[in-house]
């Protein structure tokens, strides 16, 4: 139990420092070319992969979720037992127990690689023809609304990007099966350079949109390369579609509530920025990627800890309850603690953080300001929809996240254009959409998990209440220091202010610090 515990903290300690370097570059390289292109041409640019992140999720479909969780249900101990609880359709049991017929009792990276190498030779044959479809489909598509000649290339060059991280997705999610996020972290740091590299080319000799786009198709082109090299040579899978009709039918089975999660979460992630050009011009989609790409840039935190608590979740429902709702609580902890300082300090910022953009977007501010009133629902929703997927309950995963995307399409069709008309300024619709459906999904989730775990409500209110009387702490001290310093001054020095108030209340203990500390030094057990 203590070696999976150390292996959860050490997994997410790299890869929290690998998408802090990747996201710091990433935010970065955002800023440079929002500062070279200006707003209307950063909203081409970035309706262009909004477009067709939307279709990337009809390639995927769930499939890299499923196989993150099935195969960490076979490569911890207990092989048979993780082999019973994996599913109840008869092929796919079957194609476990032909694995462990391989001669070796018990256990081994044999039996589990040959578990896996079933899982993605199915999985690859299901999302082929899937990947020509969505292509063709955001091709036609692109075509058909009638956009410029400059919009559609952009989306052509992005769709190259769509169909190589798709896969890309896939072969990373063995590696996440095996409770190992190292090579991909190395990976989201080289991706983001490469990224960066080519585009400050094309920038520095003016090569236009389409260049800048090329760039991200260099980056997801390495990335394919090397997830695939890394399955085939470090986990010993071939990289093979298989057309077992049985065993892709149980697939698709289990699949089914992954998918349309995701395909409700990707259009309703993705949808508004579609919907401000379409409603309102590029322009206000300039303005609202300011908001966008900082709220984006910070999941880099729920998003690296719930990496490495997806798989752990799925061990623990399926051999260890009571250790399930401790691991759910201190998920909460952390990313209360992390989010609330983050929301309100940005909040109080924003002026000041826009102008690190230039003055022409200015009218950034208050979308900003709304959207990061949402990041604390942001910031938890993440573990409440790893618990509810890792404990069998993705169909309500996927219902929730249904009547999120009903509501936020709802909202976004009338405040867009209200405030449009109004302020002329449609980016805040879509920003109070933001804030009220987060709200929504949090409440949606939060009914299911007691049902689920017999966790400690009262111990997760104790952490809420702590942080935030130490960010009121935090808040009056920015305000205070706002007109004197420099903003550079301003983060570290409120940061610091918020975790000594908040270490002095309780709100986190030296064996914390300690923990988190040791997963970066400490080898695998």
């Known amino acids: 139990m203590s070696s999976k515990i150390s292996n959860i903290a050490k997994n ?60 960490a249900k076979t490569s911890g101990e207990e092989m048979e037992k993780a082999t019973n609880s994996l599913c109840h359709s008869r092929p796919l049991r079957r194609s476990f127990s032909e694995a462990s017929e391989s001669g070796n009792p018990g256990v081994d990276r044999r039996t589990v690689a040959l578990s896996a190498q079933n899982l993605l030779s199915s999985v690859l044959a299901i999302k082929i023809p899937l990947a020509v479809l969505s292509l063709s489909a955001a091709i036609i598509l692109v075509n ?80 394919f390369c090397y997830s695939a090299v890394l399955t085939r040579w470090k986990w010993k899978i071939k990289l093979l579609a298989g057309y077992d009709k049985a065993l892709i039918k149980s697939i698709a089975v289990i699949t089914v509530p992954f998918g349309l999660f995701a395909i409700f979460q990707r259009i309703y992630t993705y949808l508004d920025s579609v919907l401000l050009s379409v409603l309102a011009g590029d322009i206000y989609v300039g303005y609202y990627q300011i908001a966008f790409k900082i709220v984006f840039a910070l999941q880099f935190l729920p998003m690296a800890f719930t990496a490495s608590l997806y798989p752990a979740f799925a061990s623990y429902w399926a051999r260890n309850r009571e250790q399930l709702a401790i691991t759910f609580e201190r998920a909460m902890n952390y990313l209360i603690i992390i989010s609330l300082p983050i929301s309100v300090g940005i909040i109080a910022l924003s002026d000041k953080i826009i102008l690190l953009f230039k003055s022409e977007y200015m009218e950034a501010i208050l979308p900003l300001q709304i959207i990061m009133a949402a990041l604390f629902f942001i910031f938890i929703n993440f573990p409440i929809g790893s618990l509810l997927n890792a404990c069998d309950r993705q169909k309500v995963n996927t219902i929730n996240m249904g009547i999120t995307l009903a ?60 942080a935030v009387a130490s960010v009121s702490v935090m808040l009056a001290l920015i305000l205070f220091l706002k007109p004197l310093l420099n903003i550079f001054i301003i983060i570290p020095s409120a940061g610091m202010a918020y975790f000594v108030v908040l270490f002095l209340l309780g709100g986190f203990k030296k064996e914390d610090i300690a923990s988190i500390w040791q997963s970066f030094i400490k080898k695998n057990a």
């Open 12 to 71: 997410t300690s790299y890869f929290t420092f690998a998408l802090i370097l990747q996201k710091v570059i990433s935010f970065a390289y955002f800023a440079i070319i929002a500062r070279a292109i200006g707003p209307e041409d950063l909203g081409k640019y970035y309706f262009a992969i909004s477009f067709t992140t939307i279709f990337a999720i009809f390639i995927d479909i769930g499939l890299s979720n499923v196989l993150t969780r099935e195969v």
């Open 144 to 223: 058909i609304m009638g956009y410029p000649e400059l919009t559609r290339q952009l989306v052509y060059l992005s769709s190259i990007c769509m169909v190589l991280d798709s896969f890309t997705l896939t072969f990373f999610a063995i590696s996440r099966g095996f409770h190992n996020l190292i090579f991909e972290s190395i990976a989201s740091v080289i991706f983001q350079l490469i990224a960066l590299l080519f585009g400050l080319t094309a920038l520095h000799f003016n090569l236009g949109l389409r260049w800048l786009m090329g760039a991200m198709a260099a980056a997801s082109v390495f990335n």
């Open 407 to 466: 509501a936020g399409i709802t909202m976004n069709l009338i405040l867009i254009p209200f405030f449009q008309n109004t302020y002329q300024n449609g980016a805040l619709g879509a920003s109070i959409t933001v804030v009220a459906t987060n709200f929504l999904m949090f409440l949606l989730g939060m009914r299911w998990v007691s049902r689920i775990i017999k966790y400690r409500p009262m111990k997760i209110i104790a952490t809420f209440l702590k």
